[in-house]
């Protein structure tokens, strides 16, 4: 399946030179709710973001994700 979704968040985060804990209390600020580090890291071993989550990671770290046709 290539890259798992923790490894990825965590080579964007050092790309950027944020913390997971950084990156938590972003994401916490802009869902309006509490996330833990505990608990983000389980979601992040387990691939069980949503995708409204990893637009906003995507968002707060600088980059926008796109939908490329594979068949072109």
Not at 3 to 21: C, D, G
Not at 32 to 37: A, E, F, Q, V, W
Not at 42 to 47: H, P, S, T
Request: hydrophobic share 45%; glycine share 6%.
């Amino acid at each position: 399946m290539g890259i798992k979704v923790r490894e990825q968040v965590k080579s964007l985060l050092a790309e950027k030179n944020i913390t997971m804990k950084e990156l938590v209390q972003m994401l916490s600020a802009r869902m309006g709710r509490d996330y833990s580090l505990a608990n983000f890291s389980a979601k992040l071993v387990r691939g069980s973001l949503s995708y409204n989550e990893v637009l906003i990671i995507a968002e707060i770290l600088g980059y926008e994700i796109k939908f490329i046709d594979k068949n072109n």
